[in-house]
């Protein structure tokens, strides 16, 4: 794993457009919300939101972020780990594995501890020392799975 470097767009905000522009991509929220979100984690650099990529060769190959709420409606259990995303060809790699350890790590350095997650896999965060936490209702209207990493 140490040929991948994990960089913070609050330390890089040079690659604020390509990050948002490549998140946007991958799920279904406009690269406006992103460059917002971006734009404030350069703005608050003590704080959440945070948004991490790694690049290969000038192209974005992984990404996560965190927010404090991602789209449910428990506004207590924040910040929210969210758009965990590894490029098809570069997963099964403990890519995911890396940047959630990183990420984890980087938050409790902060003082920032627990961390939530919500989505809709199972076993794969379980072994990777994740829990199950619950079940909770998305923005959108359905429920999702929520796990927490203390």
């Given at each position: 794993?140490?040929?991948?470097?994990?960089l913070s767009i609050k330390d890089h905000p040079g690659l604020i457009?390509?990050?948002a522009e490549w998140?946007?991509?991958k799920w279904k929220v406009s690269i406006e919300a992103y460059l917002d979100s971006m734009n404030e984690a350069v703005d608050n650099q003590?704080?959440?939101?945070d948004?991490?990529?790694?690049?290969e060769e000038g192209r974005i190959i992984?990404?996560?972020g965190v927010i404090e709420n991602d789209f449910h409606a428990r506004k207590d259990l924040a910040p929210n780990v969210c758009a965990v995303?590894?490029?098809k060809e570069y997963r099964r790699q403990g890519i995911a594995r890396m940047m959630l350890?990183?990420?984890?790590?980087?938050l409790r350095d902060k003082g920032i501890s627990p961390v939530y997650l919500l989505t809709d896999h199972t076993e794969f965060y379980e072994k990777i020392g994740w829990e199950f936490y619950c079940q909770v209702q998305e923005t959108s209207g359905g429920y999702a799975r929520l796990y927490i990493h203390r």
């Open positions: 794993m140490d040929k991948y470097e994990i457009p390509q990050a998140f946007a991509g003590d704080s959440v939101p948004w991490f990529i790694i690049i992984a990404g996560l995303f590894v490029e350890g990183y990420v984890v790590e980087k």
